[in-house]
């Protein structure tokens, strides 16, 4: 095996530990926002500091095959793949730490009914399993899977859409809480930007089995479709 191969393999498990880290920290938070859990939320807060330290050490890592080695072709996809993976899981993690922070405001100001009006427990399943999902199509190189992710956070939209007016509804009766409202607003917009974390995940996979982003490829698609309908046109 080459020495390249061994760092890239060592790179790979490094970005694993820091996807399963992040995904736990998904599950963990799942159950303490259902449960209103404060010590749950707590130890999600504090493994915060972990996921920072992943962050850092992966970067560095990332640094140094491409100062030692030099990659080239699939090797260096990957390393630049990982690079910008590793921030958006880093980005997760500052997510989940905000929302953790805010569940004792919840508990303490709001009621259960709220929390199903806002539909909060299905955009967090939604969330979590897209994540889930885009990671899995990165470490597979599963490109067709990878492909799958872009529409599956419409849902996850219309949910972040319906829950802002409702709380925008609720601010404008009671004034007096919109401070209170604000803590759940700023949950569902979390969840939903873990969710646009997690399609750019998705487009990275694409990118390191393909080697074009795959905004590109979908550019080149809509051109060509364009050029199609006009030659038809014309014809």
């Known amino acids: 095996m080459r020495l390249i191969e061994s760092e890239i393999q060592q790179l ?42 992943y962050d850092t050490k992966i970067d560095k890592r990332c640094e140094r095959i491409i100062a030692l080695f030099q990659p080239v072709a699939d090797d260096l996809r990957f390393v630049f793949s990982v690079l910008k993976i590793n921030g958006y899981l880093e980005q997760i993690g500052d997510r989940i730490y905000s929302i953790a922070v805010r569940i004792p405001e919840i508990k ?50 219309h949910i972040h859409e319906a829950a802002f007016d409702k709380l925008v509804r609720r601010i404008q ?19 939903e930007k873990i969710a646009d974390f997690a399609v750019n995940i998705a487009e990275e996979a694409i990118f390191h089995q393909q080697g074009t982003p795959y905004k590109e490829q979908d550019e080149e698609r809509n051109e060509e479709e364009g050029d199609g309908e006009l030659r038809k046109g014309n014809s």
Do not use: C, W
Not at 12 to 30: H, T
Not at 121 to 135: F, H, Y
């Open 108 to 157: 303490e100001k709001h009621d259960e009914k709220l929390m199903e009006d806002l539909q909060l427990a299905r955009m967090m399943q939604l969330t979590k399993n897209i994540v889930s999902e885009a990671l899995v199509a990165f470490f597979e190189e599963d490109v067709e899977r990878s492909k799958t992710i872009f529409g599956k956070d419409d849902e996850i939209d």
């Open 173 to 191: 009766k009671k004034p007096q809480r919109a401070a209170d409202y604000l803590h759940l607003f700023l949950i569902v917009r979390n969840l």
């Open 12 to 53: 790979k498990f490094k970005i694993l530990d820091m996807a399963e880290l992040v995904q736990f920290q998904l599950d963990n938070l799942e159950v303490a926002l259902e449960k209103l859990d404060f010590d749950l939320a707590r130890k999600v807060r504090k493994k915060e500091k972990k996921v920072d330290k």
